[in-house]
T-cell receptor, first 112, second 114 residues
Framework: ETGVTQTPRHLVMGMTNKKSLKCEQHLGHNAMYWYKQSAKKPLELMFVYNFKEQTENNSVPSRFSPECPNSSHLFLHLHTLQPEDSALYLC???????????FGNGTRLTVT | QQQVKQSPQSLIVQKGGISIINCAYENTAFDYFPWYQQFPGKGPALLIAIRPDVSEKKEGRFTISFNKSAKQFSLHIMDSQPGDSATYFCAATPGGSTLGRLYFGRGTQLTVWP
């Protein structure tokens, strides 16, 4: 496989569930990101990891917990979510400080 | 405060026509301006990008026009095709190692009718 792969593609969860989103990049990049995409809103940067270290947390609620075990894998652990958290969650990677992001196809999350 | 303002929100163009999407910014530290294209069910993908030292960049049917003094840039799609129907996002990022810190516009949904 090439590029950035996200699983699952779709996820429906109740407000009391715990689930995780997975992202894997096959581009040899060292930086990875989580973005939230809601209808008619700009893409919102959530977290940035550089060489497995979190370098940015964009005031994201603690019910979202990221994990980056290595430069190729990124997880987003979800618990006690709210219906307004329903959105498309996009993972991206880049080579260091290069401004070009490579996105996965996202996980469509629905919180019921 | 929205860093990059994009218009229109939606655009309908006839096949063969010109599609124009506009963006404006305030932060003079921005020095890289990419456009991303997103098809339904897919993530955004880089389409074309420009730096402020040039006023225009063309790649095939896609052209970015950049006006540094007005702090505006636009995407022109010549000879628009139904396959161009997608959502387009402009973005901007400041110079230096920004770890991909991009500020996105809200997006423009383009529909090209055959």
């Amino acid at each position: 496989e090439t590029g950035v792969t996200q699983t699952p593609r779709h996820l429906v969860m109740g407000m009391t569930n715990k689930k995780s989103l997975k992202c894997e990049q096959h581009l040899g990049h060292n930086a990875m990101y989580w973005y939230k995409q809601s209808a008619k809103k700009p893409l919102e940067l959530m977290f940035v990891y550089n060489f497995k270290e979190q370098t940015e947390n964009n005031s994201v609620p603690s019910r979202f917990s990221p994990e980056c075990p290595n430069s190729s894998h990124l997880f987003l652990h979800l618990h006690t979510l709210q219906p307004e958290d329903s959105a498309l969650y996009l993972c991206a990677s880049s080579q260091g400080g290069a401004p070009t992001l490579h996105f996965g196809n996202g996980t469509r999350l629905t919180v019921t | 405060q929205q860093q990059v303002k994009q218009s229109p929100q939606s655009l309908i163009v006839q096949k063969g026509g010109i599609s124009i999407i506009n963006c404006a910014y305030e932060n003079t530290a921005f020095d890289y301006f990419p456009w991303y294209q997103q098809f339904p069910g897919k993530g955004p993908a880089l389409l074309i990008a420009i730096r402020p030292d040039v006023s225009e960049k063309k790649e095939g049917r896609f052209t970015i026009s950049f006006n540094k003094s007005a702090k505006q840039f636009s995407l022109h799609i010549m000879d628009s095709q139904p396959g161009d129907s997608a959502t387009y996002f402009c973005a901007a990022t400041p110079g230096g190692s920004t770890l991909g810190r991009l500020y996105f516009g809200r997006g423009t949904q383009l529909t090209v009718w055959p």
